[in-house]
């Protein structure tokens, strides 16, 4: 049986948030989360959403260039997402999450939401492109 996943596509400004359905069929958008006050303050938001989700999984959108290799941004996502991981008890990983803020561009789009509208939820939507995907490629194993 599928155990719940909470995602996070983490940038410097923003992250966003999704969930898995219970049975990890469907990632539904939860909320973009603006930074404020600190890494600290930003980790102990999450968790405590972590808390109300209860996920046995984190997972982490991990941006790589496109040639494969980590650069300065995935740096710093791992380096935040330390902060969740050392006070998490459940499972945690990381996920390619290149092109998946394009992807959900293009979903916006195609569903003919105002480029406004699309600011405010771009993030969301690229966690839960970042949770579909993963979920995806790991069909067998969850």
Not at 70 to 83: D, L, N, P
Not at 86 to 96: I, L
Request: with cysteine; glycine share 8%.
């Amino acid at each position: 049986m599928m155990k719940r996943i909470l995602a996070f596509d983490v940038g410097d400004r923003r992250i966003g948030v999704a969930v898995s359905d219970a049975l990890g069929i469907t990632a539904q958008p939860v909320e973009t989360y603006h930074r404020k006050g600190g890494a600290e303050k930003d980790a102990e938001y999450l968790l405590a959403l972590a808390k109300r989700y209860a996920p046995c999984t984190l997972l982490f959108g991990l941006p790589r260039n496109m040639d494969g290799t980590y650069g300065e941004q995935a740096e710093k996502v791992k380096k935040f997402a330390q902060r969740l991981i050392d006070r998490w008890d459940g499972d945690y990983a990381f996920y390619d999450e290149r092109l998946t803020t394009m992807a959900a561009q293009r979903v916006l789009i195609d569903a003919d939401i105002s480029r406004e509208k699309r600011k405010q939820v771009i993030d969301k939507m690229a966690a839960v492109v970042i949770l579909q995907g993963y979920m995806e490629s790991h069909r067998n194993q969850l």
